[in-house]
């Protein structure tokens, strides 16, 4: 089981360079057990890096990444679920299969009675026999959701979950996601729907060229801004050219 410190991770002086070029400089902050934190700006401002330095993909050139309290082992004691912006699947099997052989290696019990249940939730149960690669975009990324949250991951790393969908089919993933905040996840959201981040987040931190130019509360960043709007926030951080 978890710990029980307050901050279930902790970035502390976080530094990493490619080829000479420094892509996050002293970053460090907290994110708080059963909090949802969300991790926001544009594209190429080291968003992705931090998660991957998290999760021991990359090694950091000074600081230290910490999941309660030590750096991540995939045989530990914390569950982590990672949904990639980059989706993987294996694309020639059918969905129910691939989602079963992947709920065996998280544990799960009846992994196929969980499966049917999760795409009759996101209403694709019909393609249940129907191999991956002949869904759409955005079934794929239903069925990549819920292999990623089967096993009721201690904390839940999303990056950009919603991309492409419509209005409907993005309230019921973010439906989705409270429920598993309301029973314990620990949530990171990466996402330009700050509508997401307004609903469903409890801190969040805006990075520019690895370095955080805004963190705290949603109400802290706007006070700090004078502003209301986070997207007219991220608009004055980023300048109106970068966001075109």
């Known amino acids: 089981m978890p710990k029980t410190t307050k901050n279930i991770i902790e970035v502390k002086k976080f530094n990493i360079s490619f080829g000479g070029k420094t892509i996050i400089k002293d970053l460090s902050f907290n994110v708080q057990r059963g909090e949802t934190f969300g991790l926001l700006g544009s594209n190429g ?6 998660i991957r330095a998290l999760l021991g993909l990359y090694q950091p050139d000074h600081g230290e990444l910490l999941i309660d309290g030590e ?20 694309k020639k099997e059918n969905v129910i299969d691939t989602m079963v052989y992947f709920g065996h290696l998280k ?4 992994p196929r009675e969980w499966s049917m249940n999760y795409l009759k939730r996101v209403g694709i149960e019909d393609y249940a026999k129907t191999k991956v690669e002949k869904l759409s975009q955005g079934m794929q990324q239903k069925v990549q959701l819920g ?32 429920e598993l905040h309301q029973k314990g996840s620990t949530i990171i959201l990466i996402t330009h729907y700050m509508d997401e981040v ?19 509360t949603i109400w802290d960043v ?23």
């Open 198 to 216: 307004e609903k469903l987040c409890d801190h969040i931190l805006l990075l520019k060229n690895g370095i955080a130019r805004a963190s705290g």
């Open 107 to 110: 544990g799960v019990k009846k």
């Open 45 to 50: 401002c080291g968003k992705t890096t931090t």
């Open 222 to 244: 706007r006070r700090q801004f004078h502003k209301t709007s986070l997207d007219q926030i991220f608009v004055d951080i980023y300048g109106e050219q970068e966001v075109k």
């Open 71 to 90: 750096p991540f082992n995939p045989n530990g004691n914390v569950k982590v679920g990672y949904l990639p912006e980059e989706r993987g699947l294996y």
């Open 147 to 178: 292999i990623t949250i089967m096993n009721e991951p201690d904390i839940l790393i999303l990056d950009e979950p919603t991309k492409g969908f419509d209005p409907v089919n993005r309230r019921l993933l973010m439906e989705i996601i409270e």
